[in-house]
């Protein structure tokens, strides 16, 4: 019974690959930042919703396509943006737009969005606001709960709309990966993606395998690495205390860190904030979860956590305001879009992981700040869990091409080990001083190179490419910008804070 059972999923799988309708194109100029203009094809195809639901929905997935130079191209190449929720099409316009068109050598290249992304159906942004005391300091139960709140109003209404926040899952990115592939008349395609395009690319592997040809993964996130450790904060902040100490920029900017810290824990500090439109002026308090969060949010690349000594030092003098500003913007406004709430939820941890948090956040520096407010802003939202089979490490002997800097704070260099150990044909590429984002790709124009040559099957002998030293350095000026939202707390924003801006453990967006 059992075995007539998976003869016949395997029929209806079969039948509805054949039979899954091809991609639609209409050409269009792209134009890129830089003002290059040149011949695309705007793309969709058409995905169930939830695939483990009879009925569900059809989406329309969207995409641009350029068309490969090459006289017999390979493999399409699809672009994974990070985030969740970077757009494939924004970053084609952006600083990557040459190496879209430099892997037109090789095959078609296509930027993709995914669902809940830019066009593609649904639209899973939020317009529900939260609000968080302003007179107390950052409390991680109200800030999520906060959160939470604003996240089930969005959920509910997306619900009432039709949508089901629950199809929001990896695996359901990954199977519609597989059903770009065959909407392409493709019989495999090759992944190119970065930090939470990593992750989805290693679940497509495991869902997948066979529509693969290989791998190019930057910014490695793991299955189990969607909450991040404590321990990889700390490293990566001892590093930073080396090379300014080294720089004459702080003697201990641990020991700094860490007597702030106590001192906000002991007594919270207050600042008074003026709303740069009004005038009107308002009590603004901090502790020590808002340093923690502000430094964690710095520890993105050395171009963001360049300025930690030097906001360190201005604290340490007592500017309390400093920490305010870069504080306040995120305690009211709009919460992130479904998409990457709803892809981080689903994506869960083990216990093992979770357990090892809790321990290493006993006695590092910054402790789980990272990953505020996950999970509180999961509670009611009705997220399935994708399960710890997803989590487990990925086996697979598919060619890929892995690429981590030794600066990034986002996904460290062990992450890239471990996915290397299950993948006897991955080749590991570190950077030496590169951060998250743009660095994993642009820091030497050998990295093109290097890519160009594995995509050609060529043997690959400089694996190490070593970047110039941190230059470390002041913030820039603090400014006031207008608040839009209608909770419009008193406030004026620094531009000094080097946030990533995000409620979410912070990737890549682009």
């Known amino acids: ?248 920029k702080s003697v201990d900017l641990l020991g700094s860190i860490t007597k702030l810290l106590n001192e906000l824990e002991a007594r919270p500090k207050s600042a008074e904030l003026v709303h740069p439109e009004t005038g009107q002026k308002t009590t603004f308090v901090v502790g020590k979860l808002d340093l923690q969060r502000e430094l964690a949010g710095m520890l993105f690349a050395p171009d963001t956590f360049a300025v930690m000594p030097d906001f360190v030092a201005r604290l340490e003098q007592g500017d309390w305001l400093s920490l305010a500003l870069a504080a306040a913007p995120g305690r009211f406004g709009t919460p992130p879009t479904m998409m990457q709430i709803a892809m981080d939820c689903a994506a869960g941890i083990t216990a093992a992981r979770r357990q090892r948090i809790a321990e290493e956040a006993k006695w590092t520096l910054l402790g789980d700040a990272i990953n505020v407010p996950f999970p509180e802003i999961c509670q009611g939202l009705d997220i399935p869990d994708v399960g710890d089979a997803y989590r487990a490490p990925l086996v697979s002997d598919v060619p890929a091409l892995l690429i981590s800097g030794t600066l990034d704070g986002r996904t460290r260099p062990r992450q890239m080990e471990e996915l290397r150990r299950t993948m006897p044909n991955a080749i590991a590429l570190t950077i030496e001083g590169a951060g998250h984002s743009d660095p994993l790709f642009l820091s030497t124009p050998k990295l093109l190179e290097t890519m160009k040559m594995f995509l050609r099957g060529e043997l690959i002998r400089e694996r190490v490419f070593t970047l110039p030293p941190v230059e470390f350095q002041a913030p820039r000026k603090i400014a006031n910008v207008p608040m839009t939202s209608s909770h419009a707390t008193p406030a004026a924003i620094s531009s000094t804070s080097s946030r990533s801006g995000s409620t979410r453990p912070a990737r890549c967006f682009t």
């Open 1 to 248: 019974m059992r075995n007539q059972i998976r003869l016949a999923l395997a029929a209806v799988l079969t039948a509805s690959a054949l039979y899954a309708a091809p991609a639609k194109f209409e050409p269009f100029k792209f134009k890129a930042n830089d003002g290059t203009i040149v011949d695309a094809e705007r793309g969709e195809f058409r995905v169930r919703e939830n695939r483990s639901k009879p009925g569900s929905r059809m989406l329309t997935l969207r995409f641009i396509r350029f068309k490969s130079t090459a006289t017999n191209p390979g493999p399409p190449i699809v672009y994974l943006a990070g985030g969740p929720g970077g757009a494939g099409t924004g970053a084609a316009t952006g600083s990557r737009f040459g190496m879209f068109m430099a892997f037109r050598e090789f095959g078609d290249v296509i930027a993709y969005d995914a669902r809940g992304v830019h066009e593609s159906e649904p639209n899973a942004r939020c317009t529900e606001e939260f609000l968080v005391n302003p007179s107390e300091p950052l409390d991680r139960t109200k800030y999520g709960a906060a959160l939470a709140d604003a996240m089930r109003l969005c959920a509910d209404r997306l619900r009432k709309q039709g949508y089901d926040p629950g199809s929001l899952n990896v695996r359901e990115y990954a199977a519609d990966l597989n059903d770009l592939r065959d909407a392409l008349g493709a019989k495999k395609l090759i992944l190119w993606g970065i930090s939470y395009g990593a992750h989805v690319a290693i679940a497509t592997l495991r869902y997948h395998p066979d529509a693969i040809e290989r791998v190019i993964l930057a910014g490695i996130e793991g299955p189990d690495d969607t909450y991040k450790l404590p321990s990889d904060q700390q490293s990566l902040m001892e590093d930073i205390a080396r090379l300014a100490h080294k720089d004459g």
